[in-house]
């Protein structure tokens, strides 16, 4: 990550220590570069020059205000899958009718809230969501853009857990259902097809399966024209990988070159849904060694960042890169990064080769500007970490530490009369 450089033996987030972050601040602490992201954000604008598009970004992959904010600035869309998300959007200054609403379980409030706001297509996912959304807006006399998620029947070669576009999972509709779902669709009140829209998972570093998705959707797509649908809109979902230790993902101008391709020429908008692609490279997660502990068959770095704040490693078992802040010698040890959470499965990197670091020192966890925050958690009453936005040589923070009473907010003691 060229925003993350060593300069005079400390390392720096674009023209910042992060040892200065981490001492104003406090530790644990997510930072980010507006950089990294400005820069992101600029290859997809680039390689689509000159093709109708619209990038969403998933606001899943991290939805701090500020960031959310800065991406509307740049004139991005967004991708949300909630009604807290849309909220986010709108409270960002997000523009309604730059948002696709994605997700198997819309609420009917979600629906209504949706439809009121404004937005540019709902991304539906079952007969059984079709009726409700039919239903909803037919009630507030509105028509909800709609475009049908099919989903492809492709391996994206990823995680288990994060791989959507198979045909055992529960996203989307199966092609084969796909051509009685659309004709239902055209029949429904308050319902106007618009699109068709496909996401095959994430952290995908293999272009195939996409280019495979995208041709699928792009012959249904033409057959649906044929047949008098208006298919304005061709939603390839979101997915591009990052390298997080050697994995070799496409650049952003391979993927939209290759999907270009695929679309064949097709001649409405192109949108995307890009998250880890936009931010995972742009974030470090600041923490502090608080002690180093050999129990005779491991050593282990403790450390105050914990599952709490990142739950990756311990959900995925996947790897984020881990370096000290102020490096002292070019030792290395092999540990397990664990932290102070009370389960076995709380760690953020085992048998780990590190340079030696001692207690007090500070680590950053790298590639952790995706799905990182927006995983965190209280539980063993953590409060959550703030974040911080490094622009140049500042930095704002975007988010403040939660405190303990944050802990307890929204909890009621009854009067005990027994
Ligand atoms: N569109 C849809 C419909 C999605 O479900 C997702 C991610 C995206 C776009 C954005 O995908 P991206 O470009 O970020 O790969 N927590 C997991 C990732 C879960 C992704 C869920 N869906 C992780 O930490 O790896």
């Not at 960031?67 to 004139?75: E, F, P, Q, T, W």
């Not at 010698?329 to 048998?351: N, W, Y």
């Amino acid at each position: 990550m060229s925003v993350l450089q060593l300069k005079n033996g400390e390392l720096h987030l674009e023209e910042v220590p992060l040892a200065q972050i981490a001492e104003r601040e406090g530790t644990p602490c997510y930072v980010y570069s507006l950089r990294a992201i400005r820069e992101q954000v600029g290859q997809f604008r680039a390689a689509l020059a000159g093709t109708p598009h619209l990038v969403c970004f998933s606001v899943k992959a991290n939805s701090n205000a500020a960031i959310l904010s800065y991406l509307a600035h740049l004139g991005l869309g967004f991708d949300i899958v909630s009604g807290g998300e849309l909220f986010r959007v709108l409270n960002s200054g997000g523009a309604p009718e730059k948002v696709v609403f994605s997700g198997v379980g819309k609420t009917c409030r979600e629906m209504h809230e949706a439809l009121q706001a404004g937005i540019l297509l709902f991304n539906v996912e079952s007969i059984a969501e079709l009726r409700e959304l039919s239903v909803v807006a037919s009630s507030i006399g509105k028509a909800a853009r709609v475009a049908l998620r099919i989903n492809p029947d492709v391996d994206p070669k990823t995680h288990p857990y994060i791989a959507t576009g198979l045909r055992k999972s529960k996203f989307g509709i199966p092609m084969d259902q796909a051509r009685e779902v659309y004709e239902l669709a055209r029949q429904l009140p308050g319902i106007d097809v618009v699109g068709i829209d496909c996401h095959i998972g994430s952290q995908l570093t293999d272009i195939s399966p996409i280019v495979e998705a995208v041709s699928r959707v792009v012959e249904l797509a033409s057959e649906l024209r044929k047949r008098g649908f208006d298919i304005r809109y061709i939603d390839v979902g979101g997915g591009l990988g990052v390298r997080y230790r050697d994995e070799t993902p496409p650049s952003v101008a391979e993927y939209v070159a290759a999907v270009l391709s695929a679309a064949n020429g097709f001649s409405g908008t192109l949108i995307f849904e890009p998250g880890r692609s936009i931010v995972a490279l742009a974030g470090v997660l600041l923490a502090k060694v608080l002690f180093l502990k050999n129990t005779g068959d491991k050593s282990f770095i403790v450390v105050d960042a914990a599952m709490t704040e990142l739950i990756r490693p311990a959900l995925y078992g996947s790897y984020q890169a881990i370096v000290p802040v102020q490096p002292r010698a070019s030792a290395v040890h092999v540990a397990d990064i664990v932290g102070p959470v009370c389960e076995t499965g709380d760690f953020l990197a085992r048998d780990r080769e590190l340079p030696v670091v001692e207690s007090g020192d500070l680590i950053a966890v790298l590639g952790a500007g995706a799905y990182g925050f927006v995983m965190a958690s209280n539980y063993n009453s953590r409060p959550r970490p703030p974040e911080v936005l490094v622009d140049g040589s500042r930095y704002h923070l975007v988010r403040v530490r939660e405190s303990y009473t944050d802990l307890v907010r929204g909890e009621r003691i009854p009067a005990w009369d027994c």
